[in-house]
């Protein structure tokens, strides 16, 4: 099994920079956006990416997950922890850690669009377009790969979140049997 670093930690906060800067220009200056993280793997994300706008966003988080295992096409999730705050007539910007095949997105989208926001858009890291099955709309995206990766809030079954940077792994299948294979490779 092999992993090479695809994004450094420094490629990393130039692009999350750049995208706090575009989204601090699209904001209306007179209205609070809420940023919507998705549990867990967005919170490295989110907590640099807030900390770059030039503006004071309310950020509130909900979890979800997949009703079978992670690899069932459905898209279908359940809500596992809701949101506190209303997104009635706010500006609110999902903030994702990767989109995958969209159907995740897509059934978030549409729950969080039934609650009235004045306008709904998505900010994703990863974008895995070639992958995508579900067409979702993205409105400020980080990285495009189509490799798998951890690390940077990324995970695979629980590991690898607080890797600094972004990491591929060519062969999931082994990571699959052996989750802990990696240690060793990042942690010497
Ligand atoms: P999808 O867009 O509905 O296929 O699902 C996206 C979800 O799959 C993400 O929120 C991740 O939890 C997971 N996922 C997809 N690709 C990766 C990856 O490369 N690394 C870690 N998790 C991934
Ligand atoms: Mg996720």
Redesign the pocket.
């Known amino acids: 099994m092999q992993t090479k670093v695809l994004f450094t930690a420094d490629q990393i906060a130039v692009r999350v920079n750049q995208l706090a800067a575009e989204i601090t220009a699209d904001i209306d200056a007179d209205t609070r956006p809420v940023l919507v993280g998705?549990l867990k793997?967005s919170v490295t994300f989110l907590a640099d990416l807030v900390r770059a706008m030039h503006v004071d966003p309310d950020v509130d988080f909900m979890s979800i997950s997949a009703y079978s295992d992670?690899f069932a096409m459905s898209?279908v999730v359940k809500i596992v922890k809701d949101l506190e705050s209303s997104l009635e007539a706010r500006d609110v910007i999902v903030v994702?850690?990767?989109?995958?095949?969209?159907?995740?997105?897509t059934y978030l989208l549409r729950t969080l669009q039934a609650r009235g926001p004045r306008s709904l858009k998505v900010c994703a890291l990863?974008n895995?377009d070639v992958?995508r099955?579900a067409e979702t709309p993205i409105d400020y995206q980080g990285f495009e790969t189509e490799?798998?990766?951890?690390g940077y809030g990324?995970?695979?079954k629980g590991r690898y979140r607080n890797l600094p940077y972004l990491a591929a792994v060519d062969d999931v299948a082994t990571l699959a049997a052996h989750p802990d294979a990696l240690n060793d490779v990042f942690w010497g």
Do not use: A, H, N, Y
């Open positions: 998705v793997g992670g898209g994702e850690d990767i989109v995958d095949t969209g159907l995740t997105l990863i895995k992958r099955i490799e798998f990766l951890v990324l995970d695979f």
